[in-house]
């Protein structure tokens, strides 16, 4: 039992049983559990790729990249031009990518060399640039020379709107493709499989002789250095990588929302995927597709079914304060357990 107990590590236990007695709550209080499986899928899809960029920023030695927001800004960039131009279904979908690819490359590249010259303190400096970047860009989205009326405030306002819709361009493209049912649940097949590509080049990348010898310069640099390994460079290839997930991951998110979030928005999107891949196992010096994969689940299944069952039993008036109290606690939690396996 004991042994059982630390493979499935002691967080992830008490959040799945944490997960379970909620969903008995759902059961009982007659809450549809279509409409909660159906959900959780769509949300897992749209945060999954957020999460996987964890991985080669912590295989390559720079720690949980607490900057995603560097590379989300540039993801809002492709799609708001892909916007202008009136762009819309798959096609803007792809365009939005390969517009924010090569920016999120370039600006990665200088992001991981300045990396190399605090390192140590990788983790708390990303996040004082995540903070820079946003600040930047909220006074880049008033100036932006952008005209769809779309994109700008009405009736000669200046800049971009904070929410804009993408219902006439490419909201939902992924979650509708291929999509079916199984009974009431309807199963997001775009969703999942454009994760599951994203993985795949992630999972294939890493068993090459270039991503081995990325970790290998993450996880011992001494070693590296003995056998001929860049580490400064292994190190920023993987904060270029890292930045371009979240790049995707920011686009695939905003699909399946149906909005683009901009000015502060950027700010939430890495403490929620450092939690879950903490959640799912990772540590600051190990991290894998699974970890991603469980993390992601247990973490968006709970702010699934936790807030129709709060909504339920506090009747309406306490639902968002609860809900922010059970997401920032479960960060919290997460943070607060670093150890991943060995927790």
Request: overall charge positive; hydrophobic content about 60%; glycine content about 10%.
């Given at each position: ?12 236990l ?17 809450i549809p559990l279509?409409s909660?499986?159906t959900?959780?899928l769509?949300?897992?899809?749209m945060n999954?790729?957020?999460?996987l960029?964890m991985?080669p920023?912590?295989?390559s030695?720079?720690?949980?990249n607490f900057n995603?927001p ?15 131009f009136?762009?819309?279904?798959f096609?803007g979908?792809?365009v ?5 690819v090569?920016?999120?490359a370039?600006a ?16 708390t400096?990303?996040?004082y640039?995540?903070?820079?970047v946003?600040?930047l860009m ?5 100036v932006?020379p952008?005209k769809?009326p779309e994109?700008i ?8 709107r904070?929410t ?5 361009s ?7 493709f291929w999509?079916f ?6 199963i ?19 068993k090459?002789?270039?991503g ?10 001494n ?9 400064d460079k292994e ?7 890292s930045?371009v ?6 686009i ?6 149906g909005?683009?979030q901009?000015?502060?928005?950027p700010?939430?999107?890495?403490m929620?995927a450092v939690?879950?891949?903490l ?8 991290a894998?597709?699974?970890h991603?994969?469980i ?6 299944s ?12 506090s009747e309406g008036s ?5 809900r922010t109290?059970v997401?920032?606690?479960i960060?919290?939690?997460?943070l ?6 060995t927790a």
């Open positions: 039992m004991n042994s059982l107990i630390e493979k499935i590590g002691v967080p992830r008490i959040i799945a049983l944490f997960l379970i007695g909620l969903i008995l709550v759902a059961v009982y209080l007659k279509s909660l499986i959900d959780i769509v949300r897992f899809g999954a790729i957020l999460v960029a991985i920023a912590v295989q030695g720079i720690g949980l995603l560097l590379g989300i800004v540039f993801g809002l960039i492709g799609a708001l031009i892909s916007i202008e009136k762009l819309s279904g096609f979908f792809i939005s990518i390969l517009i924010a090569p920016l999120a370039i990665g590249y200088f992001y991981g060399k300045m990396l190399n010259r605090i390192k140590g303190q990788e983790m400096v990303g996040t640039i995540g903070f820079s946003v600040s909220c006074i880049f989205w008033l932006a952008f769809s994109l405030w009405a009736y000669g306002g200046n800049g971009l904070v804009v819709s993408l219902e006439s490419m909201a939902h493209v992924l979650n509708n999509s049912k199984i009974g009431n649940v309807k997001p097949t775009g969703l999942l499989l454009f994760f599951a590509l994203c993985a795949f080049i992630v999972w294939i990348y890493s090459s002789k270039k081995l010898s990325m970790k290998v310069a993450g996880s011992n640099a070693f590296a250095l003995s056998n001929g390994i860049d580490v190190r920023v290839w993987g904060t270029v990588i930045t997930l979240a790049a995707i991951g920011i695939v998110y905003s699909q399946a929302f909005f683009l901009l000015y502060n928005a700010l939430y999107a890495a929620p939690a879950a891949i959640i799912g196992g990772a540590s600051l010096h190990r894998k597709i699974i991603v994969i993390g992601t689940l247990l973490f968006q709970l702010l699934v079914v936790a807030l129709p069952v709060i909504n339920v039993l306490m639902s968002e304060v609860i109290i997401s920032n606690g960060i919290l939690y997460a607060t357990r670093p150890g991943g396996d």
